[in-house]
């Protein structure tokens, strides 16, 4: 199965994977319109701070078996079998939270959604971008990411990429010659930045 993975090490904290997921779950499908819909949406990723300067895209990870697919008493939860993503019936959630207090990764929010769904709050977690998938497209976060922390594709594939990056950098931190990269230099000029303003405080 597809998922996106998250390469921390590249992510600088621009958050233009909030803003592409919100946009890609408004009805206008556009910045502008979308900030003025009655019923506003909302990212359903979040970039966190770590150890001051550092930033962690943090997504639903769609797990297979899901804890939070596991726990709903209502099964508002359901697994789409084309794609592998866990997705919400808005109609069955009843908003108990009993998933919320599930999932490992904190990911899951209660909104009102723009979508059929009654006038309340309900699980608004990350559908993977189901409509786009089905486009054939990529995940809006993944698609708006510039740095590359963000990584759409077979998951073995991207955890080889991420396992020979971080070899390479084991290897060059000890004296061997390579020529390979593992993070970009603007990346690296960013990141140098902010730990030095984070000394700062």
């Excluded at 979308?34 to 979040?46: G, V």
């Excluded at 697919?69 to 079998?81: A, Y």
């Excluded at 019936?89 to 009654?118: Q, T």
Aim: charged content about 25%; some cysteine.
């Amino acid at each position: 199965m597809k998922t996106v993975f998250v390469r921390q090490e590249r992510c600088v904290g621009c958050r233009h994977c909030e803003v592409a997921c919100a946009i890609a779950h408004s009805q206008s499908k556009s910045l502008i319109p979308a900030i003025l819909e009655e019923t506003k949406s909302y990212p359903r990723i979040f970039v966190e701070a770590v150890d001051n300067y550092l930033k962690f895209p943090n997504r639903c990870r769609h797990c297979d078996p899901a804890p939070c697919m596991q726990v709903c008493p209502t099964g508002s939860l359901s697994r789409d079998e084309n794609t592998g993503s866990v997705l919400v019936d808005y109609l069955k959630c009843i908003r108990c939270g009993v998933c919320a207090m599930a999932c490992p990764f904190g990911i899951i929010e209660f909104r009102k959604v723009i979508k059929p769904a009654p006038d309340r709050e309900v699980n608004a977690k990350c559908d993977n971008c189901i409509e786009r998938l089905k486009e054939g497209k990529i995940p809006a976060c993944a698609e708006a990411c510039k740095t590359g922390a963000l990584a759409f594709g077979e998951i073995n594939d991207l955890i080889r990429g991420a396992r020979s990056d971080f070899t390479t950098r084991i290897i060059t931190s000890r004296g061997a010659e390579t020529e390979v990269p593992v993070i970009p230099e603007n990346i690296k000029a960013f990141q140098a930045v902010m730990e030095k303003l984070a000394s700062l405080s």
